[in-house]
Each structure stands twice: as structure tokens, then as C-alpha cells.
């Protein structure tokens, strides 16, 4: 699946719910199922600039692709480094570059996160994102 089908699918997902306690336990969910970083990565150098809780970050390349794995200590910053881990995880990183994040907007993550939350949303995004430039670089 193409990184837009995969945000398309999470916007569907979140649309089935009523009311934000409800996406929010989706989210503590889609953390437990979360691709957890093993612990030799949970370094200083994996951690996630920006966020209030912990976020530990690992992306490896494999045929070609970014694997990310990754852990929190708060369930839902874990929650939401795993919807991002989905959308971007299997994927090129020059694709992962180009992406848009407009289905963060789209499900209304952005709105209902705290000040300090969204931030973190940000720089996890950004982290994701630096993770593919370092890599499309090696790859070029």
C-alpha cells in the first residue's frame, strides 16, 4: 500500500468512532500493537527532540525501504508515534520525503491534542522525516 492509501485507511478508521474518548482509546490500541524498538536503541540518540514524554525512534532500511520501530512512555504519545510509524514504516524514504500529513488535519489529532502533544506530533514527524533524507542520501 502506497503511504496515501494507508492514511486514507486511518482517516476511515477514526471516522467510525463518535466522540474523541473513543479515538483516543483507538489510539492506546494502535500503541499496544506498535513494532517496539528494541532496547539497545533506547538511547539518548533515538530519543525524539520536542516531546513531553519519552519517544524512542529506530529506522533501519531494508530492500530499499524505512522500517521504523519505536517505543513511548506515556500510551498515548505511544498511540500516536504508532500511527505514524504505520503510515510511513515499509515504505521509500524518498516517498516518505514527499509525503503529505494532512490526514493528521483530517482525523482531528492536531485540535484535540494539548499544546506540548502537538508539538511532539511535529517533531516526531520531522524525525521521521530526517530518518528518510539520511537514507535517500546513502541510497543516491
Known amino acids: 500500500m502506497t503511504i496515501e492509501e494507508i492514511q486514507e485507511e486511518i482517516v476511515d478508521e ?3 468512532f463518535d466522540d474523541w474518548m473513543q479515538r483516543y482509546e483507538y489510539m492506546i490500541e494502535l500503541g499496544k500493537s506498535l513494532p517496539l524498538i528494541e532496547e539497545k536503541y533506547k538511547t539518548e540518540d ?3 527532540k520536542g516531546c513531553q ?3 524512542w525512534v529506530h529506522a533501519e532500511l531494508e530492500n530499499d525501504k524505512l522500517v521504523f520501530t519505536a517505543d513511548s512512555d506515556a500510551i498515548i504519545t505511544k498511540g500516536i508515534i504508532a500511527i505514524l510509524i504505520r503510515s510511513f514504516s515499509n515504505q521509500r524514504p524518498q516517498d ?5 500529513t494532512h490526514f493528521i488535519d483530517e482525523i482531528g489529532l492536531k485540535e484535540h491534542l494539548s499544546p506540548t502533544r502537538a508539538n511532539g506530533l511535529v517533531s516526531m514527524i520531522k524525525q521521521l522525516k530526517l530518518y528518510a533524507v539520511a537514507y535517500q542520501t546513502q541510497l543516491n
Open 46 to 48: 533515538n530519543i525524539i
Open 96 to 100: 516518505i520525503i514527499n509525503a503529505d
Open 14 to 16: 477514526f471516522s467510525l
Open 53 to 55: 514524554s519519552k519517544v
